[in-house]
């Protein structure tokens, strides 16, 4: 156990509807990093946030959005789902950003089922 | 960009055997993280071994070890007295010293066979 939790394991929904999905980092840990697992794409870095505020972005689509709230629980919001979408949503956190080791610590993961 | 490159998609070798996973990285900083991950069936990502490349010497937990080769961007995993529980996707991954996210290969699948 990471010490990460993930809320749903599992979701499924529609093309074009819209779904949120929670993360709660690792207690102390403040920067919280979203990955995207799909068959097709591999494992991809999608959104970053420190203590609040966005600190990186990779190849996250503008479809999709997120946010870190005062308690450093961390939301993915994607919208106008694509069965493409279907994939594995990771939360990983980290103690802080620019801190060596720069190891991250991955939830278990939520499931996302487009249909 | 930074790009990791795992070469073997599948490996299979006796359990109690030695096997070794290549992964090679390209980046551009001179100040920068290397990890392997390890995802069994469950799907759970676990933190296998890492290596700063500020340092010379070669990580190693336990069974695993690594050997970094940082003048030709090489970092494979040695796994050593394989065990069944090491069946699993084996991923490389990069972080550099802005702590950004990770980048990662496309994995190799570990089976271990009794």
């Known amino acids: 156990d990471s010490g990460v939790t993930q809320t749903p394991k599992h979701l499924i929904t529609a093309t074009g509807q819209r779904v949120t999905l929670r993360c709660s980092p690792r207690?102390?840990?403040?920067?919280v990093y979203w990955y995207q697992q799909s068959l097709d794409q591999g494992l991809q870095f999608l959104i970053q946030?420190?203590?609040?505020?966005?600190?990186a972005k990779g190849n996250i689509l503008e479809r999709f959005s997120a946010q870190q709230f005062p308690d450093l629980h961390s939301e993915l919001n994607l919208s106008s789902l694509e069965l493409g979408d279907s994939a594995l949503y990771f939360c990983?956190?980290?103690?802080?950003?620019?801190?060596?080791?720069?190891?991250?610590?991955f939830g278990p993961g939520t499931r996302l089922t487009v249909l | 960009a930074q790009t990791v490159t795992q070469s073997q998609p599948e490996m299979s070798v006796q359990e109690a055997e030695t096997v070794t996973l290549s992964c090679t990285y390209d980046?551009?900083?001179?100040?920068?993280?290397l990890f392997w991950y390890k995802q069994p069936p469950s799907r759970q990502m676990i933190l296998v071994i890492r290596?700063?490349?500020?340092?010379?010497q070669n990580a190693t937990e336990n069974r695993f070890s690594v050997n970094f080769q940082k003048a030709a961007k090489s970092f494979s995993l040695k796994i050593s007295d394989s065990q069944l529980g090491d069946t699993a996707m084996y991923f490389c991954?990069?972080?550099?010293?802005?702590?950004?996210?990770?980048?990662f290969g496309k994995g190799t699948h570990l089976i271990i066979q009794p």
């Open positions: 990983a956190s980290s103690v802080a950003a620019g801190q060596n080791p720069n190891e991250q610590f």
């Open positions: 946030y420190y203590n609040g505020e966005e600190r």
């Open positions: 991954a990069l972080g550099e010293g802005g702590a950004d996210g990770l980048t």
């Open positions: 207690s102390g840990d403040l920067s």
């Open positions: 290596q700063e490349a500020y340092k010379q």
């Open positions: 980046t551009s900083e001179n100040n920068y993280y």
